[in-house]
């Protein structure tokens, strides 16, 4: 049996939303990435409306996937978007911290990326 992709289905807005913090971008910026506005990506995401064609690619490209992906044509088997929201779930707590912790912690990760760096 052919699977229905996620445009067809109404699923279009809630997979972009997905996809587009998946890869840690807000709509803001995922809309200067493709040259439309905020509302218009929300717009997108809350299936008001949805993207002209011609954005389409633009959208597979920014966010690392296939226009097959995009549209739920082909399931989304990517290693690299599992690891990104397992690393923008631990974002997301790093901003609830305090802002003195937080500091702490990009210091530890500097220290961390300087040390790596040089023993390479």
Do not use: W
Not at 25 to 44: C, D, F, P
Not at 93 to 109: N, S
Request: charged share 25%.
């Amino acid at each position: 049996m052919k699977r229905k992709s996620h445009f067809i289905q109404g699923q279009f807005g809630k997979t972009l939303a997905q996809l587009r913090r998946a890869r840690g971008l807000t709509q803001k910026e995922l809309a200067a990435k493709i040259g439309v506005s905020q509302r218009m990506i929300n717009y997108y995401e809350c299936e008001s409306i949805h993207p002209p064609i011609a954005l389409l690619p633009d959208l597979a490209r920014v966010l690392k996937i296939s226009l097959e992906q995009l549209l739920g044509i082909k399931p989304i088997k990517d290693a690299a978007l599992s690891k990104d929201k397992r690393l923008m779930r631990r974002l997301r707590l790093l901003e609830q911290l305090p802002q003195k912790d937080q500091q702490a912690v990009l210091a530890l990760i500097k220290s961390l990326h300087a040390r790596s760096a040089y023993a390479a």
